[in-house]
Antibody, heavy 123, light 110 residues
Framework: QVQLVQSGAEVKKPGASVKVSCKAS????????FSWVRQAPGQGLEWMGW????????NYAQNLQGRVTMTTDTSTTTAYMELRSLRSDDTAVYYC????????????????WGQGTLVTVSS | QSALTQPASVSGSPGQSITISCTGT?????????VSWYQQHPGKAPKLMIY???KRPSGVSNRFSGSKSGNTASLTISGLQAEDEADYYC??????????FGGGTKLTVL
């Protein structure tokens, strides 16, 4: 069965960076993409970006351009999301989610989700 | 890309049907038949309930159905059950490997 297991909670100071991992299992890793989605406390879902585990191609939300980097490691079937220059409004639960089969079903929505990683930014 | 517009809350009694709307623009919902709906219980990850506007993933109850008209998508839940109480989010593909979510709707089962 498809499983996405994320790294544990993080507490960071403003200006620092955080890197969240997402270990995938139960399917052919390089055949699918990932989306990263975050949810601030009490707020809705915000799409952050997308990465193809097949090609490494990425696309980031405009408001995060320059601060976010998404990568994948096919040898360990792990996806990563790094966010830099953290601010207090980056405090959120960060989710990885499996995207569509690449390259033929790029537009498929996220289907399986990780359990979420709470990132708290506080001085 | 602006968030899609959903009502903040809806409610219904057990056994009734409810509909949650999701309004976008001609650049998102109006351009693609690629709206999905997610259910999220408190403290849990979202769960995909509907994709491509009206298709259900394996294992999702047929009490959940989706539709679209113009720039507005809708999720209908029939035969409401207590376990349906959750937050619901719509999501639309907007091209170039980009998605946008709605603001979310809290469903209360009375």
């Amino acid at each position: 069965q498809v499983q996405l297991v994320q790294s544990g909670a993080e507490v960071k100071k403003p200006g620092a960076s955080v890197k969240v991992s997402c270990k995938a299992s139960g399917y052919t890793f390089a055949s699918y993409a990932f989306s990263w989605v975050r949810q601030a406390p009490g707020q809705g879902l915000e799409w952050m970006g997308w990465i193809s585990a097949y090609s490494g191609n990425t696309n980031y939300a405009q408001n995060l351009q320059g601060r976010v980097t998404m990568t994948t490691d096919t040898s360990t079937t792990t996806a990563y999301m790094e966010l830099r220059s953290l601010r207090s409004d980056d405090t959120a639960v960060y989710y990885c989610a499996r995207g569509g089969h690449v390259p033929i079903a790029v537009a498929d929505p996220p289907d399986y989700w990780g359990q979420g990683t709470l990132v708290t930014v506080s001085s | 890309q602006s968030a899609l517009t959903q009502p903040a809350s809806v409610s219904g009694s057990p056994g009734q049907s409810i509909t949650i709307s999701c309004t976008g623009t001609s650049s998102d919902i109006g351009s693609y038949d690629l709206v999905s709906w997610y259910q999220q219980h408190p403290g849990k990850a979202p769960k995909l309930m509907i994709y491509e506007g009206s298709k259900r993933p394996s294992g999702v109850s047929n009490r959940f159905s989706g539709s679209k008209s113009g720039n507005t998508a809708s999720l209908t839940i029939s035969g409401l059950q207590a376990e349906d109480e959750a937050d619901y989010y719509c999501c639309s593909y907007v091209g170039s490997s980009t998605w946008v979510f709605g603001g979310g709707t809290k469903l209360t089962v009375l």
